[in-house]
């Protein structure tokens, strides 16, 4: 015998000892649980077609692990616009094993499997102090000279009066205080940027080498 059962918004075709991933079910592994959206039911070539669902039939299964499905990664770039967006998402999965196909609003032959007692908790003095020797000391925080050589500028800003980057289309004023966090604050240094210094800034910055490009050429007009 077999059943189409339809849960998490999709249908799957199901017979006794099958076992399958679905979205997910609430419900302790050992736990039998009972779906009852069965779209069609039947043995051989006797089937029984629901509208929508078949009355008083539904699927029993046992749950088997909790789980989450393979990552995914959502990543969206807009050129020359300064915007990233990456986002991640992993499925809540439920596996289940179906134990019997029932019919006539029948209830579980199954019971769930019975839970096994909690174990003591207890620790003997001589156990934690071997742990305590075995630890491995915490980390000392990073120190401020660290810091500092850990955050250096690509650049090294020149003495004198900075420009007013944002007159380079394309440069507002969040890009222009981030260029300048690098040392970049005149048209002349923008302007003299090699292909080397574009590959750097597009590698440590959130600008594109084409934007780069665009602003140096804008630059030289102005510098």
Known sequence: MFAVLKTGGKQYRVAADDLLKVERIPGEP???VQLGNVLAVGEGGD???????V???????EVVEQGRGKKVIAFKKRRRQNSRRKRGHRQLLTTVRISEILLDGAKPSKKAAAKPAPAKAEEKPAKAEKKAATEKPKAEPETAEAKETAAAPLFSAPGGEADDLTKIKGIGPVAAGQLKEQG????AQIAALSDEDVARIDEAMPF???QIKDWREQAKALA
């Open 30 to 32: 050992g736990e039998i």
């Open 47 to 53: 089937v029984k077609i629901g509208t929508p669902f």
């Open 55 to 61: 009355d008083g039939a539904s699927v029993a299964a």
């Open 184 to 187: 970049l604050i005149t048209f």
């Open 208 to 210: 594109s080498a084409d």
